[in-house]
């Protein structure tokens, strides 16, 4: 059975004009986890009132959801394509037609349908071309990337997780000093170097993790001694440290990193990684290693602020 996708929003009169990555924190991805295979989806974005504000005479929108992601805490994160407002029919009016209260629902393709006729709305062919289940569906994101790369958010050895990061940051640009398994002693799982910048990463091969005491003593070794390396072998003032887990418990203990190193450090997962290519393979000569330098630090760097750093 085809479904759409409702998302409503009190974040903005014109929220869903533009295309972006869409968070819901605080909301859990459960209810709609199983369409996280089934993107591209036809959605339909509504206004509604919510913390004092009433955007419901605002029009409602077609959107085309792209991809489905959830964060760390298993709330979903939708990657929005902007189709067109639907011209003379306010939010309230389609509320009436589907008078839910949650965040985001489904509802059947025949409903759609017959909410839309009865508001006298035409969805353009895109929009509707989604609702049929023989339409061969187009691309996700990640499949611009190839399995071999997806491998890295599957059960792999430690061993093929360094290496496959590293390839990671190889197909980005950078030159990378792999370091970790290869080479025996106390290192780093590599550096990836830029003109402009180095990167001193370390690779956790689990999901949930957790800066302990203990891996923030190690972090902190590493960036020190790779750091005064850096800058004497290669002339580099800005580096950075950066840890890759598949997702993370809580944030903790950079800070007390970022002091005792005077360095700045990211917080990847591995999807992403995995969507800066993706990022990378879209933008081409437009993707910059020195935009790198945009990225949030002391946080987990998710999709949304990848996409606000790498539009297009």
Not at 208 to 222: G, I, M, P, Q
Request: aromatic share 12%.
């Amino acid at each position: 059975m085809t479904e759409v996708l409702v998302l409503n929003t009190y974040w903005g009169p014109n929220y869903w004009e533009k295309d972006k990555i869409a968070p819901y924190p605080q909301r859990s991805i459960d209810s709609i986890r199983h369409l996280k295979d089934r993107t591209p989806l036809a959605a339909i974005g509504v206004y509604i009132k919510g913390k004092g504000k009433d955007y419901t005479s605002r029009s409602p929108c077609f959107l085309i959801i792209k991809h489905i992601s959830e964060n760390e805490k298993g709330e979903p994160q939708f990657d929005i394509q902007f189709i067109s407002r639907m011209q003379g029919v306010t939010s309230a009016a389609l509320i009436k037609e589907t008078p839910r209260m949650e965040l985001f629902y489904t509802i059947t393709e025949e409903k759609a349908r017959t909410i839309l006729e009865k508001l006298g709305l035409t969805p353009s062919q895109e929009w509707q071309s989604l609702l049929y289940e023989k339409t061969p569906p187009m691309l996700s994101w990640s499949d611009w990337i190839g399995k071999h790369f997806q491998e890295i958010q599957l059960t792999i050895s430690n061993n093929d997780y360094e290496d496959k990061i590293a390839e990671i940051f190889t197909a980005l640009g950078f030159e990378v000093e792999q370091l970790g398994h290869k080479q025996e002693g106390e290192y780093p799982d590599g550096i990836a170097y830029s003109k402009n910048c180095a990167i001193i990463y370390d690779c956790k091969n689990r999901n949930s993790y957790f800066l302990n005491a203990e891996d923030k003593r190690a972090v902190t070794r590493y960036v020190q001694h790779e750091k005064r390396r850096v800058e004497e072998r290669r002339n580099i003032d800005k580096v950075y440290f950066a840890i890759i887990a598949h997702s993370y418990s809580k944030v903790e203990n950079i800070n007390n990193i970022e002091k005792e190193t005077s360095s700045k450090g990211l917080l990847f997962t591995s999807e992403s990684m995995l969507y800066l290519l993706y990022k990378k393979v879209c933008l081409g000569p437009k993707f910059l290693l020195v935009d790198f330098e945009e990225l949030p630090t002391n946080k987990v760097v998710d999709l949304e602020s990848i996409n606000n750093i790498y539009k297009g």
